[in-house]
C-alpha cells in the first residue's frame, strides 16, 4: 500500500479542540450540535462555519484551525470560531466547555452523532464506542518527509507522560471520582486501534502494517487508527492525540507551544544525521499510567535501569531547553505558561479543589470548567 504524505515544508501548526455542550440550569451535557452548527453556517458562513463540526455525540462540537504558523495564530484562529459558537450556545441555554470527562453526565443519556461513519464504529465497537464520551486536544505540527516522519513518532513517546500530566483533567465518570487524573486515557485506549502507537520504525514499515490492517478488515481507512501519537499523511503531520482536554485557551497554547518545539527541534536533529532515540515499549506503556493515575504527581521511568524522577521536573528541564527554539518559533510567551499550570496544577487538581469547596457538589466543578472556558485561563484553588 502505497500512502502519499503531503510533506510540510515548515513546522506549522494545527489545533483540534473538542467543546462539551452543557445545559446552564441543570449543568448537565445537552445535545444541540446540529441546531448550534446550522445556526453558525447562517452566521459567519460557510467557509468559516467550516472550522467547527460534529463529533460522536450530540452534545460535543469539535472546533478546528486553519494551518497556522505560530502559536499565537493558532489561538487567535481557535476564539475566532469558540466567540460566535459561545454566543450561539448560549442564546439556547447551553454554556461551553472543556474537560477530558463530564463529572456526571452519563453516555447512555446522550444522543450519537446521525453519521454513517459514526454508525459503522458504534456496530463494530459496541460498549466500547458507546461509552467514548470523552473529549480531547489534538495538536498535529508539520514534518518536512515522510522518512522523518515514524522517528519522530516513536521518539515523541517518551514524553507521553509529559503531555498527560499536563493535560490531565478527567478525574470523575458517572459521577464517581476515579482516584485517576486521567480516566479519558483508559476509555479510550480500550479501542482495538488506540493507544500507545506500534513502534515501526520508517514510512515503509508503517504502509505496510497499513495494508495489512486494511486487508484483514480491522480498518476501512487509516482515519481509523487513533493512536496516542500518529503520523497524518494527508496533512503532512505529525498529530500528538494523548492530551486530555484542555478548558482554557491557556493551557491549549502552553501544550502546542511544547509540540511544536519539541518536533520542530527533532526536524533538525534528523537534518543533521542525529539518530533520535526510541524509548522501550514497557516504559512508555509504565509512564503512561503513572501520569494518567497521578497527574504532575508522578514519578516517571527515566532509564533502563528503573530510575524515576518527577515528571514535574522533568517538564520543567523540557521548557528551559526548548526555550530557544520557542523564541524563534514565537511562542517563547506560550512555552513558558508551561510553569503556570505547573503552579496552578493540571485540571483535575483544579476540580477536585473545586469538589472539596462545595462538599463534594460536582455541578461546582462544572461551574468551575465554564468559568475557565469563558475567562482563558485557569481558576487558581483556593
Known amino acids: 500500500m502505497h500512502i502519499p504524505f503531503t510533506s510540510s515544508p515548515s513546522s506549522s501548526l494545527g489545533i483540534e479542540w473538542e467543546l462539551e455542550l452543557v445545559d446552564l440550569q441543570s449543568r448537565h451535557l445537552r445535545c444541540g450540535a446540529t441546531e448550534i452548527l446550522e445556526d453558525l453556517r447562517a ?83 459496541q460498549w466500547l464506542a458507546r461509552r467514548l464520551l470523552i ?73 505496510q502494517f497499513m495494508e495489512t490492517l486494511v486487508s484483514s478488515g480491522t480498518i476501512e481507512t487509516i482515519r481509523e487508527v487513533w493512536w496516542d501519537i500518529r503520523p497524518h499523511p494527508n496533512f503532512g503531520t505529525v498529530e500528538l492525540r494523548i492530551c486530555d482536554g484542555l478548558p482554557t485557551l491557556l493551557e491549549i497554547g502552553a501544550v502546542a507551544a511544547l509540540a511544536q518545539c519539541l518536533i520542530d527541534r527533532m526536524n533538525t536533529q534528523l537534518d543533521r544525521g542525529y539518530m533520535l532515540p526510541a524509548p522501550h515499549r514497557w516504559v512508555v506503556q509504565e509512564n503512561k499510567w503513572r501520569a494518567a493515575r497521578y497527574g504532575l504527581d508522578a514519578e516517571i521511568v527515566v532509564d533502563d535501569h528503573g530510575a524515576v524522577r518527577p515528571v514535574r521536573t522533568e517538564i520543567e528541564d523540557l521548557v528551559d531547553d526548548l526555550l530557544p527554539v520557542a523564541r524563534r518559533l514565537g511562542c517563547a510567551e506560550e512555552l ?5 499550570i505547573l503552579t496552578d496544577g493540571a485540571s483535575h487538581a483544579r476540580q477536585e479543589a473545586a469538589a472539596r469547596r462545595a462538599g463534594g457538589d460536582l455541578t461546582a466543578v462544572v461551574d468551575t470548567l465554564l468559568a475557565e472556558m469563558n475567562m482563558g485561563w485557569p481558576v487558581t484553588p483556593g
Open 43 to 125: 452566521k459567519v458562513g460557510e467557509e468559516a462555519a467550516a472550522k467547527a463540526k460534529h463529533e460522536l455525540f450530540e452534545s460535543t462540537i469539535e472546533v478546528i484551525t486553519g494551518v497556522c504558523a505560530t502559536v499565537p495564530e493558532a489561538l487567535a484562529d481557535l476564539s475566532g470560531t469558540v466567540d460566535p459558537l459561545r454566543d450561539l450556545a448560549e442564546r439556547r441555554g447551553l454554556g461551553l466547555m472543556c474537560s477530558g470527562t463530564h463529572p456526571f453526565s452519563d453516555y447512555t443519556t446522550q444522543r450519537i452523532t446521525t453519521d454513517e461513519r459514526y454508525s459503522r464504529l458504534v456496530e463494530q465497537m
Open 135 to 207: 473529549f480531547g486536544v489534538h495538536v498535529h505540527v508539520g514534518v518536512r518527509s515522510p522518512a522523518k516522519a515514524m522517528p519522530i513518532v516513536n521518539a515523541l513517546m517518551s514524553y507521553i507522560p509529559h503531555f498527560l500530566a499536563l493535560s490531565a483533567s478527567s478525574p470523575y465518570w458517572k459521577g464517581t471520582h476515579t482516584g485517576l487524573a486521567s480516566s479519558r486515557s483508559q476509555i479510550f485506549e480500550s479501542l482495538p486501534t488506540a493507544g500507545l502507537p506500534y513502534p515501526l520504525h520508517d514510512w515503509a514499515a508503517f504502509e
Open 336 to 340: 513558558r505558561n508551561v510553569h503556570r
